[in-house]
């Protein structure tokens, strides 16, 4: 049984960094690409960012370009989420998800971690 379980969240001043890390138990984590959800009060959940299988390729949303770097160790079964230069917008909760596919879809992610909080005071 896949699970993945995400780490590393908190409460943070602005201007503060934080990593969330999320690690994958029960599957073949190089097998997936994982990208980082965010949901924050009141909106829907969006994603912010996304790396391939391997790592080769990354995208991010419009807001956090520059801030955010998502890695993934296929060693580690771990994708973390850097997390730099934070504001107050960027309190959420936030999920790690797989894909086997390119993942422009949520429907196209089979696993999800529970989710972790991640508040940003100014």
């Known amino acids: 049984q896949v699970q993945l379980v995400e780490s590393g969240g908190g409460s943070v001043q602005a201007g503060d960094s934080l990593t969330l890390t999320c690690t994958m138990s029960?599957?073949?984590?190089?097998?997936?690409?994982i990208s980082w959800f965010r949901r924050a009060p009141g909106k829907a959940r969006v994603l912010v960012a996304a790396?391939?299988?391997?790592?080769?390729?990354?995208r991010y949303a419009d807001s956090v370009k520059g801030r955010f770097t998502i890695a993934k160790d296929n060693i580690r079964n771990t994708a973390y989420l850097q997390m730099g230069s934070l504001k107050p917008e960027d309190t959420a909760v936030y999920h790690c998800?797989?894909?086997?596919?390119?993942?422009?879809?949520?429907?196209?992610?089979?696993?999800w971690g529970q989710g972790i909080q991640v508040t940003v005071s100014s």
């Open positions: 029960g599957g073949a984590f190089s097998n997936y690409g």
């Open positions: 998800a797989a894909t086997d596919g390119v993942g422009l879809r949520e429907s196209e992610y089979e696993y």
């Open positions: 790396i391939d299988w391997n790592g080769d390729r990354k």
